[in-house]
Protein backbone atom coordinates (compact mmCIF):
# COMPACT_ATOMS: atom_id res chain seq x y z
CA UNK A 1 0.00 0.00 0.00
CA UNK A 2 1.48 3.75 -1.17
CA UNK A 3 1.99 5.52 1.86
CA UNK A 4 1.81 9.51 1.58
CA UNK A 5 2.61 12.18 3.64
CA UNK A 6 -0.55 13.52 6.05
CA UNK A 7 -3.57 12.13 3.77
CA UNK A 8 -3.12 9.32 5.28
CA UNK A 9 -6.57 8.34 4.96
CA UNK A 10 -5.78 5.47 3.40
CA UNK A 11 -5.12 4.13 6.49
CA UNK A 12 -8.40 3.77 7.64
CA UNK A 13 -9.29 0.14 6.58
CA UNK A 14 -6.08 -1.22 8.31
CA UNK A 15 -6.13 1.18 10.85
CA UNK A 16 -6.06 -1.09 14.40
CA UNK A 17 -3.51 -3.14 15.63
CA UNK A 18 -3.23 -5.85 18.23
CA UNK A 19 0.13 -4.47 20.44
CA UNK A 20 1.97 -4.40 23.41
CA UNK A 21 1.82 -6.02 27.11
CA UNK A 22 -0.10 -4.33 29.93
CA UNK A 23 -2.61 -1.83 28.06
CA UNK A 24 -2.13 -2.70 24.11
CA UNK A 25 -3.92 -5.76 23.91
CA UNK A 26 -7.40 -5.32 22.34
CA UNK A 27 -8.79 -7.23 19.63
CA UNK A 28 -7.94 -5.36 16.15
CA UNK A 29 -10.75 -4.23 13.80
CA UNK A 30 -10.16 -4.83 9.61
CA UNK A 31 -11.16 -3.51 6.94
CA UNK A 32 -13.66 -0.69 8.50
CA UNK A 33 -14.65 2.51 7.10
CA UNK A 34 -14.16 5.18 10.39
CA UNK A 35 -17.74 6.38 9.61
CA UNK A 36 -19.02 3.21 10.70
CA UNK A 37 -16.71 3.07 13.60
CA UNK A 38 -15.81 5.01 16.83
CA UNK A 39 -19.17 4.97 17.94
CA UNK A 40 -18.77 3.68 21.87
CA UNK A 41 -16.09 3.69 24.45
CA UNK A 42 -14.70 0.53 23.59
CA UNK A 43 -14.13 1.53 19.95
CA UNK A 44 -13.15 4.93 20.86
CA UNK A 45 -10.77 2.95 23.02
CA UNK A 46 -9.18 1.15 20.54
CA UNK A 47 -8.34 4.31 18.57
CA UNK A 48 -5.97 5.40 21.67
CA UNK A 49 -4.29 2.41 21.36
CA UNK A 50 -3.75 2.56 17.66
CA UNK A 51 -1.68 5.96 18.33
CA UNK A 52 0.63 4.25 20.66
CA UNK A 53 0.73 1.25 18.18
CA UNK A 54 1.65 3.92 15.53
CA UNK A 55 4.32 4.85 18.02
CA UNK A 56 6.18 1.69 17.44
CA UNK A 57 6.76 2.42 13.81
CA UNK A 58 8.85 5.76 14.34
CA UNK A 59 10.94 4.89 16.80
CA UNK A 60 12.84 1.86 15.03
CA UNK A 61 15.09 4.17 13.14
CA UNK A 62 15.03 7.39 14.86
CA UNK A 63 18.45 6.40 16.19
CA UNK A 64 19.41 6.94 12.33
CA UNK A 65 18.67 10.30 12.28
CA UNK A 66 19.94 11.34 15.40
CA UNK A 67 22.36 9.37 17.16
CA UNK A 68 24.24 8.44 13.63
CA UNK A 69 24.13 12.44 12.89
CA UNK A 70 26.11 13.37 15.79
CA UNK A 71 29.38 12.75 17.54
CA UNK A 72 28.15 9.79 19.63
CA UNK A 73 28.03 6.95 16.92
CA UNK A 74 29.09 5.18 13.45
CA UNK A 75 28.25 2.24 11.06
CA UNK A 76 30.85 -0.67 11.18
CA UNK A 77 32.91 -0.15 8.29
CA UNK A 78 31.99 -3.02 6.90
CA UNK A 79 28.28 -2.00 6.83
CA UNK A 80 28.96 1.99 5.66
CA UNK A 81 26.88 2.28 2.55
CA UNK A 82 23.82 3.21 1.09
CA UNK A 83 21.27 5.60 2.97
CA UNK A 84 22.68 4.62 6.45
CA UNK A 85 26.23 6.39 4.97
CA UNK A 86 24.66 9.43 4.28
CA UNK A 87 23.71 9.61 8.43
CA UNK A 88 26.85 9.52 9.42
CA UNK A 89 28.45 11.34 6.82
CA UNK A 90 25.86 14.21 7.26
CA UNK A 91 25.46 13.84 3.74
CA UNK A 92 21.97 12.96 3.80
CA UNK A 93 19.58 12.34 0.23
CA UNK A 94 15.69 14.06 -0.24
CA UNK A 95 15.04 10.81 -1.36
CA UNK A 96 16.21 8.89 1.45
CA UNK A 97 13.85 6.15 2.30
CA UNK A 98 14.40 6.33 5.97
CA UNK A 99 13.79 10.01 6.25
CA UNK A 100 11.00 9.28 4.35
CA UNK A 101 9.47 7.06 6.42
CA UNK A 102 9.72 9.31 9.80
CA UNK A 103 7.26 12.18 8.08
CA UNK A 104 5.09 9.68 7.16
CA UNK A 105 5.46 7.19 10.46
CA UNK A 106 4.73 10.66 12.62
CA UNK A 107 2.19 12.15 10.46
CA UNK A 108 -0.15 8.98 10.69
CA UNK A 109 0.51 9.07 14.61
CA UNK A 110 -1.21 12.49 14.36
CA UNK A 111 -3.74 11.52 11.98
CA UNK A 112 -4.61 8.94 14.48
CA UNK A 113 -5.02 11.16 17.00
CA UNK A 114 -6.97 13.47 15.68
CA UNK A 115 -9.19 10.81 14.26
CA UNK A 116 -10.08 10.37 18.28
CA UNK A 117 -10.20 13.63 18.76
CA UNK A 118 -12.86 13.84 16.17
CA UNK A 119 -14.61 10.96 17.60
CA UNK A 120 -14.67 11.96 21.38
CA UNK A 121 -18.37 13.34 21.17
CA UNK A 122 -19.10 9.15 20.73
CA UNK A 123 -17.98 9.12 24.64
CA UNK A 124 -19.59 8.62 28.09
CA UNK A 125 -18.47 9.81 30.79
CA UNK A 126 -16.93 13.36 31.38
CA UNK A 127 -13.25 12.03 33.07
CA UNK A 128 -12.99 9.23 30.12
CA UNK A 129 -13.42 11.35 27.48
CA UNK A 130 -10.85 14.21 29.40
CA UNK A 131 -8.13 11.35 29.16
CA UNK A 132 -8.88 10.00 25.74
CA UNK A 133 -8.38 14.00 24.49
CA UNK A 134 -5.47 13.97 27.25
CA UNK A 135 -3.26 10.98 25.50
CA UNK A 136 -4.62 12.10 21.60
CA UNK A 137 -3.23 15.82 22.13
CA UNK A 138 -0.09 14.54 23.92
CA UNK A 139 0.86 12.00 21.18
CA UNK A 140 0.13 14.39 18.52
CA UNK A 141 2.10 17.31 20.50
CA UNK A 142 5.13 14.31 20.36
CA UNK A 143 5.04 13.91 16.80
CA UNK A 144 4.91 17.63 15.97
CA UNK A 145 7.63 17.96 18.30
CA UNK A 146 9.97 15.29 16.42
CA UNK A 147 8.91 16.51 13.28
CA UNK A 148 9.80 20.58 14.04
CA UNK A 149 13.49 19.11 15.47
CA UNK A 150 14.44 16.76 12.74
CA UNK A 151 13.05 19.19 9.19
CA UNK A 152 12.41 23.10 10.62
CA UNK A 153 9.03 24.36 9.03
CA UNK A 154 6.75 21.69 8.76
CA UNK A 155 2.53 21.82 8.22
CA UNK A 156 0.52 22.32 11.81
CA UNK A 157 -2.61 19.12 11.63
CA UNK A 158 -4.88 19.91 13.76
CA UNK A 159 -8.06 17.77 12.57
CA UNK A 160 -8.32 14.87 9.86
CA UNK A 161 -8.10 16.68 6.48
CA UNK A 162 -8.88 15.74 2.78
CA UNK A 163 -6.63 16.21 -0.33
CA UNK A 164 -8.78 19.09 -1.09
CA UNK A 165 -7.62 20.54 2.36
CA UNK A 166 -4.55 22.33 0.57
CA UNK A 167 -4.18 24.87 2.97
CA UNK A 168 -3.16 22.46 5.36
CA UNK A 169 -0.17 21.16 2.70
CA UNK A 170 2.32 24.00 3.34
CA UNK A 171 4.82 24.42 6.17
CA UNK A 172 4.29 26.33 9.25
CA UNK A 173 7.04 28.29 10.85
CA UNK A 174 8.85 26.37 14.37
CA UNK A 175 6.99 29.50 16.24
CA UNK A 176 3.49 28.27 15.36
CA UNK A 177 4.61 24.59 15.61
CA UNK A 178 6.17 25.44 18.55
CA UNK A 179 3.11 27.04 20.40
CA UNK A 180 0.84 24.38 18.91
CA UNK A 181 2.58 21.75 20.68
CA UNK A 182 2.33 23.65 23.42
CA UNK A 183 -1.09 24.07 23.78
CA UNK A 184 -1.92 20.23 23.29
CA UNK A 185 1.08 19.58 26.19
CA UNK A 186 -0.83 21.90 28.59
CA UNK A 187 -4.82 20.28 27.46
CA UNK A 188 -2.50 17.12 27.99
CA UNK A 189 -1.25 17.93 31.65
CA UNK A 190 -5.02 19.25 32.66
CA UNK A 191 -6.59 16.38 31.53
CA UNK A 192 -3.93 13.13 32.17
CA UNK A 193 -3.99 10.99 35.75
CA UNK A 194 -0.64 10.74 37.32
CA UNK A 195 1.57 7.27 36.84
CA UNK A 196 -0.67 5.51 39.39
CA UNK A 197 -3.85 6.81 37.89
CA UNK A 198 -3.67 5.22 34.21
CA UNK A 199 -2.37 1.48 32.99
CA UNK A 200 1.52 1.63 32.98
CA UNK A 201 2.91 2.40 29.49
CA UNK A 202 -0.07 4.98 28.72
CA UNK A 203 0.44 8.96 28.40
CA UNK A 204 0.28 10.59 32.14
CA UNK A 205 0.19 14.20 33.48
CA UNK A 206 4.58 13.94 34.24
CA UNK A 207 5.09 12.57 30.74
CA UNK A 208 3.34 15.75 29.66
CA UNK A 209 5.15 18.00 31.87
CA UNK A 210 8.42 16.31 31.11
CA UNK A 211 7.95 17.20 27.26
CA UNK A 212 6.61 20.28 27.74
CA UNK A 213 9.95 20.62 29.81
CA UNK A 214 12.01 20.14 27.02
CA UNK A 215 9.50 21.96 24.67
CA UNK A 216 10.33 25.66 26.74
CA UNK A 217 14.22 24.61 26.82
CA UNK A 218 14.50 24.33 23.13
CA UNK A 219 12.23 27.64 23.25
CA UNK A 220 15.00 29.22 25.60
CA UNK A 221 11.64 29.45 28.08
CA UNK A 222 13.74 28.78 30.91
CA UNK A 223 11.28 29.85 33.88
CA UNK A 224 8.54 27.95 32.77
CA UNK A 225 10.69 24.89 32.33
CA UNK A 226 11.94 25.35 35.98
CA UNK A 227 8.69 25.58 37.23
CA UNK A 228 7.26 22.35 35.22
CA UNK A 229 10.26 20.51 36.14
CA UNK A 230 10.13 21.51 39.30
CA UNK A 231 6.56 20.47 40.02
CA UNK A 232 7.49 16.76 38.32
CA UNK A 233 10.41 16.39 40.52
CA UNK A 234 8.28 16.87 43.65
CA UNK A 235 5.32 14.99 42.38
CA UNK A 236 7.27 11.82 43.91
CA UNK A 237 5.98 9.74 41.24
CA UNK A 238 9.20 8.83 39.58
CA UNK A 239 12.80 8.54 40.84
CA UNK A 240 16.48 7.27 40.06
CA UNK A 241 16.62 3.75 39.79
CA UNK A 242 19.56 2.76 42.53
CA UNK A 243 21.88 1.11 39.54
CA UNK A 244 22.27 2.32 36.12
CA UNK A 245 21.57 -0.70 34.83
CA UNK A 246 18.72 -1.85 35.62
CA UNK A 247 16.58 1.47 33.80
CA UNK A 248 17.24 -0.73 31.20
CA UNK A 249 16.73 -4.16 32.02
CA UNK A 250 13.92 -3.88 34.71
CA UNK A 251 11.61 -2.18 32.63
CA UNK A 252 8.36 0.17 33.04
CA UNK A 253 10.43 0.88 36.24
CA UNK A 254 10.03 4.21 38.30
CA UNK A 255 12.40 6.30 36.68
CA UNK A 256 10.39 5.87 33.41
CA UNK A 257 8.49 8.46 32.49
CA UNK A 258 7.08 7.63 29.24
CA UNK A 259 8.39 4.81 26.81
CA UNK A 260 6.92 2.90 23.78
CA UNK A 261 6.49 -0.44 24.31
CA UNK A 262 7.36 -3.71 22.70
CA UNK A 263 7.27 -7.78 22.94
CA UNK A 264 9.63 -10.03 22.68
CA UNK A 265 9.79 -12.21 19.85
CA UNK A 266 6.55 -11.16 18.93
CA UNK A 267 6.02 -10.80 14.82
CA UNK A 268 3.72 -7.71 15.42
CA UNK A 269 5.46 -6.10 18.29
CA UNK A 270 8.90 -6.66 18.22
CA UNK A 271 11.40 -4.16 17.62
CA UNK A 272 14.75 -3.74 15.59
CA UNK A 273 16.89 -1.30 17.25
CA UNK A 274 18.47 -3.44 19.57
CA UNK A 275 20.19 -5.29 16.91
CA UNK A 276 21.16 -2.20 15.48
CA UNK A 277 23.18 -1.41 18.37
CA UNK A 278 24.39 -4.98 18.71
CA UNK A 279 28.47 -5.42 17.43
CA UNK A 280 27.09 -6.54 14.03
CA UNK A 281 24.62 -3.93 13.74
CA UNK A 282 24.66 -0.63 12.60
CA UNK A 283 25.13 2.07 15.28
CA UNK A 284 28.19 1.59 17.31
CA UNK A 285 29.87 4.29 20.13
CA UNK A 286 32.41 6.62 18.64
CA UNK A 287 36.24 6.41 19.87
CA UNK A 288 35.00 10.36 20.16
CA UNK A 289 32.69 9.46 22.37
CA UNK A 290 34.31 5.98 24.70
CA UNK A 291 37.46 8.10 25.12
CA UNK A 292 35.33 10.83 27.00
CA UNK A 293 33.50 8.57 30.08
CA UNK A 294 35.83 8.14 32.97
CA UNK A 295 37.07 4.52 33.42
CA UNK A 296 35.55 4.52 37.45
CA UNK A 297 32.22 5.79 35.98
CA UNK A 298 29.65 2.62 37.12
CA UNK A 299 27.30 3.25 34.08
CA UNK A 300 30.75 2.13 31.71
CA UNK A 301 29.80 -1.28 31.26
CA UNK A 302 26.38 -0.67 30.36
CA UNK A 303 27.36 1.86 27.69
CA UNK A 304 29.94 -0.05 26.00
CA UNK A 305 29.87 -3.72 26.13
CA UNK A 306 32.48 -5.80 24.44
CA UNK A 307 30.79 -8.94 22.72
CA UNK A 308 33.24 -11.10 22.02
CA UNK A 309 30.94 -13.45 20.11
CA UNK A 310 27.55 -13.59 19.01
CA UNK A 311 28.17 -12.55 15.50
CA UNK A 312 30.04 -12.78 12.04
CA UNK A 313 33.14 -10.35 14.49
CA UNK A 314 33.50 -9.49 17.97
CA UNK A 315 33.23 -6.15 19.01
CA UNK A 316 31.88 -3.03 20.70
CA UNK A 317 28.47 -2.83 21.28
CA UNK A 318 25.76 -0.75 23.57
CA UNK A 319 24.65 -2.42 26.43
CA UNK A 320 21.42 -0.64 27.32
CA UNK A 321 19.97 -3.54 25.05
CA UNK A 322 19.66 -6.76 25.60
CA UNK A 323 22.10 -9.06 23.89
CA UNK A 324 21.59 -10.24 19.89
CA UNK A 325 19.53 -13.07 18.98
CA UNK A 326 19.66 -14.68 15.27
CA UNK A 327 16.38 -12.63 14.78
CA UNK A 328 15.22 -8.84 15.20
CA UNK A 329 12.45 -9.44 17.04
CA UNK A 330 14.08 -8.23 20.28
CA UNK A 331 11.19 -6.63 22.78
CA UNK A 332 13.33 -3.81 24.76
CA UNK A 333 10.50 -0.79 24.91
CA UNK A 334 12.40 2.72 23.77
CA UNK A 335 12.43 5.74 26.49
CA UNK A 336 11.33 8.66 25.41
CA UNK A 337 12.05 10.50 28.40
CA UNK A 338 13.08 9.72 31.83
CA UNK A 339 13.79 10.96 35.32
CA UNK A 340 17.39 11.55 34.86
CA UNK A 341 16.64 13.12 32.04
CA UNK A 342 14.35 15.67 33.89
CA UNK A 343 16.87 16.31 36.46
CA UNK A 344 19.84 17.21 34.18
CA UNK A 345 17.08 19.52 32.34
CA UNK A 346 16.17 21.38 35.92
CA UNK A 347 19.40 21.98 36.21
CA UNK A 348 19.69 23.11 32.31
CA UNK A 349 16.31 25.52 33.38
CA UNK A 350 18.40 26.77 36.28
CA UNK A 351 21.51 27.39 34.65
CA UNK A 352 19.44 29.23 32.22
CA UNK A 353 22.00 30.02 29.12
CA UNK A 354 24.22 31.18 31.30
CA UNK A 355 27.68 29.87 31.23
CA UNK A 356 27.97 28.48 35.21
CA UNK A 357 25.95 28.52 37.98
CA UNK A 358 26.71 27.57 42.05
CA UNK A 359 22.72 27.53 42.44
CA UNK A 360 21.98 24.67 45.01
CA UNK A 361 18.69 23.22 43.23
CA UNK A 362 21.11 22.79 40.27
CA UNK A 363 23.52 21.36 41.95
CA UNK A 364 21.12 18.88 43.56
CA UNK A 365 19.54 17.51 40.00
CA UNK A 366 22.85 17.73 38.50
CA UNK A 367 24.64 15.87 41.41
CA UNK A 368 22.02 12.81 41.81
CA UNK A 369 22.87 11.89 38.43
CA UNK A 370 26.67 11.77 39.18
CA UNK A 371 26.22 9.99 42.78
CA UNK A 372 24.60 6.94 40.88
CA UNK A 373 27.50 6.89 38.43
CA UNK A 374 29.73 6.90 41.04
CA UNK A 375 31.54 10.17 40.39
CA UNK A 376 32.02 12.73 42.23
CA UNK A 377 29.91 15.63 42.65
CA UNK A 378 30.56 19.59 41.53
CA UNK A 379 30.41 22.73 43.52
CA UNK A 380 29.74 24.96 40.32
CA UNK A 381 27.98 23.67 37.61
CA UNK A 382 29.00 24.83 33.96
CA UNK A 383 27.11 24.67 30.70
CA UNK A 384 30.11 22.42 29.41
CA UNK A 385 29.88 19.47 32.34
CA UNK A 386 25.76 20.15 31.81
CA UNK A 387 26.78 18.93 27.97
CA UNK A 388 29.13 16.17 28.72
CA UNK A 389 26.76 14.83 31.63
CA UNK A 390 24.08 14.40 29.24
CA UNK A 391 25.84 13.08 26.43
CA UNK A 392 27.00 10.31 28.86
CA UNK A 393 24.06 9.88 30.44
CA UNK A 394 21.88 9.40 27.52
CA UNK A 395 23.81 8.36 24.85
CA UNK A 396 21.79 5.93 22.43
CA UNK A 397 18.83 7.71 23.34
CA UNK A 398 18.44 9.90 20.34
CA UNK A 399 19.45 13.25 22.94
CA UNK A 400 22.70 14.32 21.68
CA UNK A 401 21.93 15.75 18.53
CA UNK A 402 19.33 17.69 19.21
CA UNK A 403 21.31 18.78 22.74
CA UNK A 404 23.45 20.20 20.80
CA UNK A 405 21.53 21.79 18.87
CA UNK A 406 19.61 23.48 22.03
CA UNK A 407 23.06 24.32 24.14
CA UNK A 408 23.69 26.35 20.60
CA UNK A 409 27.29 24.34 20.43
CA UNK A 410 26.06 21.80 17.55
CA UNK A 411 28.37 23.62 14.58
CA UNK A 412 30.85 24.07 16.53
CA UNK A 413 31.16 20.32 18.08
CA UNK A 414 30.04 18.77 14.46
CA UNK A 415 32.72 20.75 12.73
CA UNK A 416 35.60 19.74 14.80
CA UNK A 417 34.19 16.19 15.24
CA UNK A 418 34.57 16.34 11.06
CA UNK A 419 37.61 17.19 10.87
CA UNK A 420 38.99 14.23 13.35
CA UNK A 421 39.71 11.05 10.96
CA UNK A 422 37.08 9.43 12.29
CA UNK A 423 33.80 10.23 10.73
CA UNK A 424 35.78 12.02 7.60
CA UNK A 425 32.96 14.05 6.17
CA UNK A 426 32.75 17.89 5.91
CA UNK A 427 29.82 19.62 7.79
CA UNK A 428 27.86 22.61 7.26
CA UNK A 429 25.06 24.41 9.25
CA UNK A 430 22.47 23.48 6.70
CA UNK A 431 23.39 19.68 7.70
CA UNK A 432 21.34 20.14 11.13
CA UNK A 433 18.15 19.96 9.28
CA UNK A 434 17.16 17.13 7.37
CA UNK A 435 15.37 16.99 3.80
CA UNK A 436 11.84 17.47 3.30
CA UNK A 437 11.29 14.24 1.67
CA UNK A 438 11.54 14.60 -1.95
CA UNK A 439 8.13 12.20 -2.62
CA UNK A 440 6.23 14.77 -0.28
CA UNK A 441 7.17 17.47 -2.51
CA UNK A 442 6.55 15.94 -5.50
CA UNK A 443 2.86 15.23 -4.03
CA UNK A 444 2.60 18.50 -2.24
CA UNK A 445 3.88 21.19 -4.38
CA UNK A 446 2.92 23.78 -1.31
CA UNK A 447 6.03 21.94 0.01
CA UNK A 448 9.50 23.76 -0.36
CA UNK A 449 12.65 22.08 0.09
CA UNK A 450 14.95 22.93 3.15
CA UNK A 451 18.05 25.23 2.21
CA UNK A 452 21.27 23.08 1.27
CA UNK A 453 19.37 20.29 -0.36
Not at 323 to 329: C, H, R, S, V
Request: proline share 3%; glycine share 6%; hydrophobic share 40%.
Amino acid sequence: MKKYFIITLLFLNMLWFNSCEDFLNLSPVSEIGSAAFYKNDKEVEAGVVAIYSGMENYVQNEWALTELRSDNSHNRVERSEGEWKEFETMNVQTINATVSDYWIDNYNVIFRANTVLENLVNVSGTSLKLQYEGEAKFARALSHFNLVRAFGDVPIIDKVIKYTDKEYFARDPQSEVYGFIESDLLTAIDNLPGRSGIVVGRATKGAAQAILAKVYLTCKDYEKAKTLLGQLISSGDYSLMPIYNDVFYKERNNEIIFGVQFIQDDAKNSQGFSYQFSQIGLGNATVDLMSIVNPADKRKPTLFYWHPTGGPIGGWECGKFQPITLTQNQGNDWIIIRYADVLLMHAEAILAGNASTTDASALSSFNAVRTRAGLSTVTTLTKGLLLTERRIELCFENQRLYDLIRFGAAETVMAAFASTPEPGFEFNSTDLLLPIPQREIDLYKELEQNPGY
